[in-house]
């Protein structure tokens, strides 16, 4: 079955130390995003790629990148990571439409930070 | 700006039927999505409105009137499996980025 895949499903990591998180995903979609969720919140946008092109959020903090090598993977790199950085990270692809379409999520990788 | 509102939580009994609404200001409009997420998973599309109306699919119905800023989602014959929370979430006219609201929790008791 063609799905949106994310690994690890859960993280630990410690205060400072860099941490990668990892998606991919069997639908060929062109447009790829993370989002940051905390409990009872809205997921956050961080990022989006339509194929290469990256497109960050004002209020993204540096602290966050992403890479998308190809259209199967995008990884989001979180350099130092502090303690208000414990979410949900949330993958999610959709198909080239305007306005972004259906978004189809991965399961999320919950991130703790110690 | 974009803007998404909608109750916080809601409680409804097992059988009965519920209607989650959603208002939003956008500057431009391209559609309105309702997701189902449960705790602690990934949130899953459910509906997608761009015409006003009532759109049904099963026990769950969608509903839009663009000249008032407003949805709501309708579960029929509720089931304790339909406790979870539900986002309502607008797309960014001309990109694609999707606002999402900060979702209603609904809690359903036998």
């Known amino acids: 079955d063609a799905m949106v895949i994310q690994n690890p499903r859960y993280q630990v990591t410690q205060f400072g130390k860099p941490v990668t998180l990892s998606c991919s995903q069997t639908?060929?979609?062109?447009?790829m995003y993370w989002y940051q969720q905390k409990s009872s919140q809205a997921p956050k946008l961080l990022f989006h790629?339509?194929?290469?092109?990256?497109?960050n959020e004002a209020d993204t903090p540096d602290n966050f990148q992403s890479r998308r090598p190809n259209t199967s993977f995008c990884f989001l790199d979180i350099r130092s990571p502090g303690l208000g950085d414990a979410a949900m990270y949330l993958c999610?692809?959709?198909?080239?439409?305007?306005?972004?379409?259906?978004?189809?999520f991965g399961p999320g990788t919950r991130l703790t930070v110690t | 700006g974009q803007n998404i509102d909608q109750p916080t939580e809601m409680t409804a009994t097992e059988g009965a039927i519920v209607q989650i609404n959603c208002t939003y200001q956008?500057?431009?409009?391209?559609?309105l999505f309702w997701y189902q997420q449960h705790a602690g998973e990934a949130p899953t599309f459910l509906s997608y409105?761009?015409?006003?109306g009532l759109e049904e699919k099963g026990r769950f119905s969608s509903f839009l009137s663009r000249s008032k800023g407003y949805s709501y989602l309708l579960l029929k014959e509720l089931q304790m499996k339909d406790s979870a929370s539900y986002l309502c979430?607008?797309?960014?006219?001309?990109?694609?980025?999707?606002?999402f609201g900060a979702g209603t929790r609904l809690f359903v008791k036998a």
């Open positions: 999610a692809t959709s198909r080239d439409s305007t306005g972004g379409g259906e978004q189809y």
């Open positions: 639908l060929n979609h062109n447009v």
């Open positions: 790629y339509y194929d290469k092109d990256f497109n």
């Open positions: 956008t500057s431009g409009f391209n559609g």
């Open positions: 409105n761009v015409l006003d």
């Open positions: 979430a607008v797309p960014h006219t001309g990109g694609f980025k999707t606002i």
